[in-house]
């Protein structure tokens, strides 16, 4: 019912800036919730970010101040803004899509998973 596809990542030093996007299609995107994920290597898949159904945006607390999830509907695409990036936010950062109005910060919640697009901060 839903595909997604992130793009935006890249190569940035510390203290940089990057903005992910993640592109949906499908019929019934405004009635879903939006999350990013984030897996650095060896590492499980964490909660960074989530835009629930009305608007109202939550973060993990390693990201609050930095990062900013924004939607627009009209171009079905959810950003990420990431500002004062650091090697520690070096990760594959996925999109992923649920109609549950709650447990955004589960992974396990959610049906519908981007590729993944790569982010890595040198020091």
């Known amino acids: 019912q839903v595909q997604l596809v992130e793009s935006g990542g890249g190569l940035v030093q510390a203290g940089g800036s990057l903005r992910l996007s993640c592109a949906a299609s499908?019929?019934?995107?405004?009635?879903?919730?939006m999350g990013w994920f984030r897996q650095a290597p060896g590492k499980e898949r964490e909660f960074v970010a989530a835009?629930?159904?009305?608007?109202?945006?939550y973060y993990t607390d390693s990201v609050k101040g930095r990062f900013t999830i924004s939607r627009d509907s009209a171009k079905n695409t959810v950003y990420l803004q990431m500002n004062s990036l650091k090697p520690e936010d070096t990760a594959v950062y996925y999109c992923?899509?649920?109609?549950?109005?709650?447990?955004?910060?589960?992974?396990?919640?959610?049906?519908?998973w981007g590729q993944g697009t790569q982010v890595t901060v040198s020091s």
């Open positions: 835009m629930a159904l009305g608007g109202w945006p």
């Open positions: 499908g019929r019934t995107f405004s009635s879903y919730a």
């Open positions: 992923a899509a649920t109609q549950k109005g709650f447990g955004y910060r589960a992974p396990d919640q959610y049906d519908y």
